[in-house]
């Protein structure tokens, strides 16, 4: 009888065990096939070098110490070769990874102090990868805003009465004393101004940013910032973009479907993953010499405490290229936003969630017509949103549609809603994103793309 029921219980518990294991399970799978599929990427067409000398002035701007090396690192040492002018920007110092901390100061739950100590570490590193890489230390900037928050400050800690509290830091407000603004808040409109201010100083003829298709929240927000700073100035230089982090979505810690194959192999080809040949960015490459890629590991090798957890997938981007992306560009024929297909285990299992596209036209003078693309059939579980950022004449107004699942074309994939544009009246360009969550669950976050709307009419 007590054995009947001893066996019972050990049923029940291996049955809770499976039930539990699924999920991790079900995601290494979908994110081991991206990682098999990533492996036989054809090579993208080679980019055309900027011009030797001070007047191409290039301004790299990476969310945490160690991005600008991985993404942009040989084309950065190759600039100052060339004599290029070279700033880089970095937003955050880095003061979010637990997990370094708790290494660095063999502390299993490293206190704020701790962490911004780290983050003053990190600060370090980035001065003596730079150094490798040729930049001096005057062209390095440490703005000081919140590692693992960018997303947040630009969706919903805009205005510096509402803003964001780190919960690594645990305060509201930069704590380094070498941040350009001091004290800056944690929101989207002072890490904006700031951005500004340096653009207007370097005003820089090619920007190297984080790609809007990277899955990181601060890589995709540092994107959206810097296009959002640009727009507001009026400037256009050349944007490149440089993918960091491709991951399956759901599983944290299984982030590593590319760059493929991982670890260091200095002396092969770098590809774009291949979900992001179906988008609207176009991908280029830059071949690096082996004196370059030297260089560009000997720079990944400063960051010393980024490398205890992260040395394999950091030395996988010291290869023999350097891959930029660059925005399609706007106002032809095709969608707005191409978002890619089964990229991840959260839009795969939902593809009710899995955006294809996004399109914005004019519907009569005074509003303007969005069309949201899913791969599978809307759900109502499912929540759609269409974010919009107009500018006008360097003011931001934002505004986000929440499109009912009900409002359907007759394709039965694509929901559409009216957006009317009093609000934006004179308006010079928008920043459009689209969004999809089920619960608390973030399904797809698509690129950020700019609509220009006085030189579209
Ligand atoms: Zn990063």
Redesign the pocket.
């Known amino acids: 009888m007590k054995n009947d029921l001893r066996r019972r219980r050990l049923r029940a518990l291996a049955a809770i065990l499976v039930l539990i294991s699924l999920p991790p399970v079900a995601a290494l799978a979908v994110q081991w096939r991206l990682y098999r599929q990533n492996l036989t990427v054809p090579l993208p067409a080679p980019a055309r070098r900027a011009s030797a000398g001070p007047a191409t002035r290039m301004l790299v701007i990476?969310?945490?110490p160690?991005?600008e090396t991985?993404g942009c690192g040989g084309t950065i040492a190759s600039a100052v070769q060339h004599g290029n002018a070279v700033t880089v920007v970095f937003i955050t110092n880095?003061d979010g990874s637990r997990t370094t901390a708790a290494r660095e100061f063999k502390r299993l739950k490293p206190a704020p102090e701790k962490l911004i100590a780290m983050g003053r570490m990190r600060q370090k590193e980035a001065l003596t990868a730079l150094a490798e890489l040729g930049v001096l230390r005057d062209a390095a900037h440490f703005l000081g805003y919140p590692d693992g928050g960018l997303d947040e400050l630009w969706r919903s800690h805009w205005s510096a009465d509402r803003p964001y509290r780190s919960p690594f830091t645990q305060t509201d407000r930069s704590p380094y004393a070498n941040s350009p603004t001091l004290e800056a808040r944690y929101c989207g409109e002072a890490l904006l101004g700031d951005l500004r201010e340096l653009i207007a100083r370097v005003r820089p003829t090619d920007v190297y940013v984080?790609d809007p298709h990277d899955t990181?929240g601060?890589?995709w927000a540092t994107h959206a910032f810097t296009v959002a700073a640009f727009e507001s100035l009026g400037q256009r230089p050349r944007l490149w973009t440089y993918l960091?982090?491709r991951d399956g979505g759901l599983a944290e810690s299984l982030k590593f479907s590319w760059p493929a194959p991982i670890g260091l192999h200095p002396t092969e080809p770098l590809a774009p993953p291949k979900h992001l040949l179906e988008t609207n960015t176009r991908w280029q490459q830059v071949q690096l010499s082996h004196e370059l890629v030297e260089q560009k590991l000997r720079a990944i090798h400063a960051y010393r405490s980024q490398l205890g957890p992260y040395e394999k997938f950091m030395v996988s981007f010291a290869r023999k290229n350097e891959l930029f992306g660059t925005p399609a560009p706007p106002n032809t024929n095709a969608s707005l936003i191409v978002d890619a297909a089964h990229d991840g285990f959260a839009r795969d299992i939902v593809p009710a969630g899995d955006v294809k596209s996004v399109d914005v036209h004019p519907d009569g003078s005074n509003a303007l017509r969005v069309e949201l693309t899913l791969f599978g059939k809307p759900s109502a579980r499912v929540r759609y949103e269409v974010e919009f950022t107009a500018i006008t004449r360097g003011e931001m107004a934002r505004e986000v549609m929440v499109l009912p699942s009900t409002a359907l074309l007759s394709d039965e994939h694509t929901l559409r809603a009216t957006l009317p544009l009093d609000r934006f009246r004179e308006m010079d360009s928008a920043l459009v994103v689209a969004r999809t969550q089920l619960g608390k669950i973030k399904l797809d976050q698509t690129a950020l793309r700019v609509v220009r709307w006085r030189s579209a009419s």
Request: a negative charge.
């Open positions: 990476a969310p945490h160690d991005d991985l880095g984080t990181h601060d890589h960091i982090h």
